[in-house]
Nanobody
Framework: VQLVESGGGLVQPGGSLRLSCAAS????????MNWYRQAPGKERELVAG????????NYADSVKGRFTISRDNAKNTVYLQMNSLKPEDTAVYYC????????WGRGTQVTVSS
């Protein structure tokens, strides 16, 4: 099983990034998918989640209205569109797949700084 995140980088406050997570080795359409993040010295926190068919999403209060999670089951990929980025969004972002068993990617760094 592999979950490979991409799309991170350095962006100025107010900017946008789109993260992608490509999955292999699992029946992707059976898994709920989540994005978590972990900032230095802080615990990992759930940012956004989407059900297996994509019919329902949920977000942390801190990102509501700014981030959008989506998935393409034909491409085995989940996305996180991040707009109006703030310095406090700086963290390593992790992709998580869950269906009785939980799998994690290695993460991608997002740095929001001027």
């Amino acid at each position: 099983v592999q979950l490979v995140e991409s799309g991170g980088g350095l962006v100025q406050p107010g900017g946008s990034l789109r993260l992608s997570c490509a999955a292999s080795g699992i029946t992707f359409s059976s898994y709920a998918m989540n994005w978590y993040r972990q900032a230095p010295g802080k615990e990992r926190e759930l940012v956004a989640g989407i059900t297996s068919a994509g019919g329902s999403t949920n977000y942390a209060d801190s990102v509501k209205g700014r981030f959008t999670i989506s998935r393409d089951n034909a491409k085995n990929t989940v996305y996180l569109q991040m707009n109006s980025l703030k310095p406090e969004d700086t963290a390593v972002y992790y992709c998580n797949a869950i269906f009785f068993i939980s799998y994690w990617g290695r993460g991608t760094q997002v740095t929001v700084s001027s």
